[in-house]
């Protein structure tokens, strides 16, 4: 079985994306224990449009690989695991997650730093959160729209409240690249980026039905709903017939 060299986790690789093997209590298990190290450690959930990306660009690519644990976010991950003969435990996709960590920190009194979305969104994802789940601490809260130049102020906020948890809601292209950017000097335990789910969480935006998810179509209610998201989704039938291809090396370390 494949190791994670560093946390000693089981991994599988897909396309040299070293996704990890631990299912959703496991996972929980793992980031309560990055908390209690107290050291920096960032948390990818990633689909296959990450990992085309990562093909296309190497400097995303190491981003990626550099992370300290990468879950499987997206039904298509799971399926070209599979696929490749080293299936992984389950899916775990990062609004779940989300909910997961905010029960765990209900027990342990985390704090937690939500930032990303519009400023009505997080605002209203924040008290619903925190009446949700009022024994954790949603400890700060700020929008993701702002440049670099205000990335030094941001991280400041940030660690005015020296939270034990960062969620970034920023879109793909950008949360992940900034917490690898600024992984050190924001210093948070655990940091992961979240995309769409304070939308979600606040009501702004709905979660595929149940019927979606079961039949793995959640990308195609998605689509419909939001039809701009159409060129960056044609990166999943290329993953699709990628992975049918060269079933093979799918899974191969490279
Ligand atoms: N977002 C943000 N700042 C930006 C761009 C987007 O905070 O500069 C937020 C946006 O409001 C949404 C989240 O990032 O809550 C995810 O956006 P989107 O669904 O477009 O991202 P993707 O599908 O690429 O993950």
Known sequence: MELNQRTQFPIVHIFGIPFSKLNMNE??????????????????????IMVMAAMEDPAYKTMMQ???????????????????GDPVAERVTGFDLVHELLKAGENY???????????????????????????????????????PDQDDEVIEGIQAVSPDILFVARGADTQEPWIARYKERLGVPVMMGVGG???????????????????RLEWLYRLLR??????????????????????????KPS
Do not use: C
């Not at 996972?27 to 296959?48: E, K």
């Not at 990303?116 to 601490?137: D, F, H, K």
């Not at 789910?197 to 039949?215: I, N, Y």
């Open 109 to 147: 009194r985390w704090k937690f730093y939500l930032l990303g979305s519009t400023p009505e969104v997080i605002q209203e994802a924040a008290e619903r959160l925190q009446m949700q789940y009022p024994a954790a601490i949603i400890a700060g809260y700020r929008d993701g729209y702002f440049g």
């Open 27 to 48: 996972t929980v298990r793992y980031l309560t224990d990055a908390v209690q190290s107290g050291r920096p450690h960032q948390v990818i959930t990633a689909n296959p």
């Open 66 to 84: 550099n992370a300290d644990i990468i879950v499987p976010d997206g039904s298509g991950i799971v399926w070209a695991a599979k696929t490749g």
């Open 197 to 215: 789910t304070f939308d979600v969480v606040s009501g702004k935006t709905k979660r595929a039905p149940k019927a979606f998810q079961k039949l």
């Open 226 to 251: 939001e039809p701009t998201r159409f060129k960056r989704m044609l990166a999943l039938p290329k993953f699709a017939v990628k992975v049918l291809r060269e079933k093979e090396n799918v899974t």
